[in-house]
């Protein structure tokens, strides 16, 4: 199902949000404050404001239009950065009156949360979904390459300050990049900021769509290894799979009970990360309620029972 105009695409059925229906509010072109180098649009000149901008009124007749009881999420995203769109706050109110019991969701990089009137609208919407791929200065301009006027310091302490400000659910997510924010160094500085952020998941991803510049991202394994490294009481979540490589180890009993404590995972990584048997031994662990599952949003994880309480008390 899609809109003449492209405003309104999908239904998606998106594994960590639902069945997804999406808002383009830069259907027209790239309008973005970051050219990414992993973004799967062409590179484009950053921008701090848009300079071609869709009415509400066209928004909301799309929205309607195309709106079902089979929709879990209204996404507003963009070809670009969809808090740019200028009036971001009247739209969401818009959607509130037209949406029922569907929930709304917004995809941004966090950069525009330095702006009050960005920050108030952000913390109206059910569900927010906030970009931070890198805490030091240079790997972040690397990375994300910003706008000339944004600063990651300013960025990491207004994702802090949302965080404990939201009422609604908060995802984080972290794209790795090959050689660049994949390092020890800054996997522990993206963890001593995110012990600090109440977010519901942490979405843990790399590059599985062909990039605008040429860079590569990383294995599931190492996906794997990294969620290890980061704090045990962070809901951490490894979000990319699209052509991931198995590892299919064998692990003993204690060896599952030990990772899943660590590491709560979905059956998708379990099918990547254990061998056949290992797995059968899982399968065991499940039936004698030595494991059991914690669901989180859409998605449902594996974890030791007698830790159970005590991570939910977190």
Not at 5 to 26: A, V
Not at 75 to 92: Q, R
Not at 179 to 202: G, H, I, P, Y
Not at 281 to 308: C, D, H, M, R, T
Request: charged share 25%.
């Amino acid at each position: 199902m899609s809109a003449k105009n492209n405003i309104i695409f999908g239904p998606i059925n998106s594994r960590r949000f639902g069945m997804s229906l999406g808002i383009d509010l830069s259907p027209a072109l790239k309008q973005c404050n970051f050219d990414c180098l992993y973004c799967e649009l062409a590179p484009a000149l950053t921008m701090d404001k848009q300079i071609n901008t869709i009415s509400i009124p066209e928004i909301i007749d799309e929205l309607k239009a195309h709106l079902n009881a089979g929709i879990d999420v209204i996404t507003l995203t963009a070809n670009g950065e969809p808090t740019l769109y200028p009036n971001l706050s009247e739209l969401i109110d818009a959607i509130d009156k037209v949406k029922g019991t569907t929930q709304t969701l917004i995809l941004t990089n966090s950069a525009t949360l330095i702006d009050d009137g960005v920050y108030k609208s952000l913390l109206k919407l059910d569900q927010v979904k906030l970009s931070l791929d890198a805490i030091s200065p240079d790997v972040f301009k690397k990375i994300d390459r910003p706008h000339e006027s944004i600063k990651v310091e300013d960025i990491v302490q207004r994702v802090i300050a949302f965080s404990k400000e939201y009422k609604g659910k908060l995802f984080i997510e972290v794209l790795f990049v090959h050689e660049l924010n994949d390092t020890k160094e800054e996997v522990q500085k993206l963890n001593d900021v995110l012990v600090e952020v109440n977010a519901s998941r942490v979405d843990l991803g790399t590059i599985d769509r062909p990039p605008a510049y040429p860079v590569v991202g990383i294995s599931y394994k190492e996906l794997h290894e990294i969620s290890m490294a980061f704090d045990s009481i962070l809901p951490i979540h490894i979000a990319s799979r699209i052509h991931a490589e198995p590892n299919n180890a064998p692990y003993s009993e204690e060896e599952i009970l030990n990772t899943l404590d660590k590491r709560p995972l979905t059956w998708d990584d379990i099918k990547l990360l254990l061998d056949e048997e290992s797995q059968k031994s899982l399968l065991l662990l499940q039936k004698s309620e030595k494991v059991v599952i914690k669901k989180v949003g859409n998605l449902e994880f594996l974890i030791p029972a007698q830790n159970y309480k005590r991570k939910r008390n977190r």
